[in-house]
């Protein structure tokens, strides 16, 4: 079957997806109202309740949750062959990840702007609260410190990619204040802006920037983490309109546009799948079922997007009606970058050997997955004429762009969190947000430099191994929390349930197994905190069902 054929046939299932059950769910579960005064404008304060335009709104979300995951993920997983993945992809986009990212942003909208682990305490408990916000804080804390190091291994080895990256700072600045305090349109900045980042591109091809291996005691690599976590901090600290959601705007239309040009060269070139359907993985990888699940997560569910979704994005909604353009194309973006991954990793490679040479055991697929979106991708645009080194670099910066409106965005998610935690706990000073800013800085600061003192910067890499479990245990709960929300209102509760139960099942039945892997390799600090994780996450399961009987016994003593 040809690739393009494939492609074609998922990117039409996509659109069936948001023109009929997108709208189910806006207007039947959901049930929008245009009037419905949302939380940018009972709370609009200039910094982050901001009233926003659907479509940059939107750029600011999909920016935001894509990161690098939905590039990763399925190019790992194409050790189990581009089946597996594609179908995954194809059902959780439309099913699990579009109702999912929707679901927790209208469901804040409609609870003040609050994030899904403060939501849990109106709907289960302030017990189960406290539990969601202790996974929550620690999923946040990891993917700062995860990422952080992302990007900097990136700059170490794509130098020219160094100077494109921050060269949108300004452009970014210049547009929120362009559009916010002089009242200009969004057509022309944002023409302007994508010019300029694109010709950055250039300017970094030109002038590539390497820092010394070594400063004082600390690797190159290990500064541009502690500089990433310095501007994320600041970052998180300016009003959303004047960096973060300007960012994240005009990085979607680079993004979005660097998807139609891998598109493009997918069927320019018109390749054959080098990599088999099915495969049976090698001796060292994991089992398909349950590991697919996990290790696929953005572009298909992930449960940092409903904290995406819950944390900033559900304070800049306009009218409540934005939230299904915002939420569910939201995670069809996420879908078909997902999708050119696997079309990159499955038929971009030049031969079979090659490909069999990358996924020939797990730890080689596990450690390559953007090197191989890299080179594939890269393949497909030298067949649009693109010089390779060009190829490479835009390729890149994508991959670093999605990586860094993420960790913009996660940092500023952090902050939210502490304050919420120090509303719950009566401690003033993390509801500071000067104080809640340098709290989020030293503690994902700490998780990178101190975890692992033989590669400072690097730390957050020994956690990595829970990730994937986290985020989708994560996204669980938030269904969790959704399912009895529906259910209290008399809505369809089970376009929530089914995925529900779906993605807890995979998801504590992978988390057993890591955990007994990690037993195996003797890492007691996986198994502990594995452990822990995954208690709390039952602990919480079992708080909804201790909601559910007490509502059923109120139900019976009101009749």
Request: hydrophobic share 55%.
């Amino acid at each position: 079957m040809s690739p393009i054929v494939v492609a074609i046939g998922v990117l039409i299932l996509f659109f069936l997806g948001y023109r009929f059950y997108s709208k189910y769910l806006a207007e039947k579960v959901f049930r929008l109202d245009p009037n419905f005064r949302t939380p940018a404008h009972e709370f609009n304060d200039g910094v982050d309740y901001v009233p926003t335009n659907k479509f940059v709104l939107w750029g600011h979300h999909f920016s935001s949750v894509a990161g690098a995951a939905p590039i990763v993920g399925p190019a790992i997983a194409m050790i189990w062959g581009w089946g597996p993945a594609l179908l995954w992809v194809t059902l959780g986009t439309i099913f699990f990840a579009g109702m999912h990212d929707f679901g927790t942003l209208w469901a804040s909208v409609r609870n003040r702007g609050e994030s899904i682990g403060s939501i849990t305490r109106k709907v289960i408990g302030d017990r189960a609260k406290n539990l969601f916000l202790l996974i929550i804080f620690f999923l946040l804390v990891l993917v700062n410190a995860v990422f952080a190091v992302t990007i900097a291994n990136l700059f170490t080895a794509f130098p020219a990619s160094v100077l494109p990256y921050w060269l949108q700072v300004p452009v970014a600045i210049a547009v929120g204040v362009l559009v916010y305090k002089r009242g200009v349109g969004l057509f022309w900045p944002s023409i302007v802006a994508l010019f300029l980042l694109f010709a950055f591109i250039f300017v970094g091809a030109a002038f590539p920037v390497e820092l010394p291996k070594e400063i004082g005691d600390l690797s190159s690599t290990a500064w541009w983490v502690l500089i990433m976590l310095l501007y994320g901090a600041i970052a998180s600290r300016l009003p959303v309109w004047l960096l973060l959601q300007p960012r994240d705007y005009i990085n979607s239309h680079m993004l979005f546009l660097g998807l139609i040009i891998i598109y493009l060269g997918l069927f320019a070139t018109n390749p054959d799948f080098i990599a088999p359907a099915f495969r049976e993985a090698p001796a060292d990888a994991p089992p398909l079922l349950p590991l697919l699940f996990v290790t696929v997560a953005c572009g298909a569910i992930s449960g940092f997007h409903g904290l995406v979704g819950s944390g900033t994005s559900s304070k800049q909604i306009d009218k409540e009606t934005d939230a299904r353009f915002v939420g569910y194309f939201g995670a069809m973006g996420e879908g078909m970058l997902a999708l050119a991954a696997i079309m990159a990793t499955a038929a971009g490679f030049a031969s079979l050997d090659a490909w069999n040479e990358h996924y020939g055991s797990w730890k080689s697929a596990s450690a390559g997955g953007t090197a191989a979106f890299v080179t594939g991708a890269g393949n497909f645009l030298s067949n649009l004429g693109i010089p390779a080194e060009i190829g490479t670099t835009f390729i890149s910066i994508m991959v670093i762009a999605f990586a860094a409106t993420t960790l913009d965005t996660s940092m500023r998610l952090q902050r939210f969190i502490l304050s919420e935690i120090g509303e719950q706990y009566k401690i003033k000073s993390l509801q500071n947000i000067n104080i809640s800013t340098v709290v989020t800085l030293i503690t994902c600061a700490a998780l990178a430099f101190l975890a692992d003192p033989s590669n400072p910067g690097a730390g957050g890499m020994i956690l990595w191994p829970l990730f994937g479990t986290t985020n989708q245990l994560t996204a669980g709960l938030s269904l969790l929390v959704l399912t009895l929300i529906l259910w209290r209102w008399g809505r369809n509760f089970l376009v929530s349930l089914i995925p529900l139960i779906f993605i807890v099942a995979m998801t504590m039945s992978s988390m057993v197994l890591s955990i007994i892997d990690f037993t195996r390799q003797g890492n007691t600090l996986l198994v502990v905190i594995g452990t822990i994780i995954l208690a709390l996450n039952a602990w919480l399961i079992l708080e909804g069902l201790l909601a559910v009987n007490r509502q059923r016994q109120e139900n019976r003593l009101s009749t």
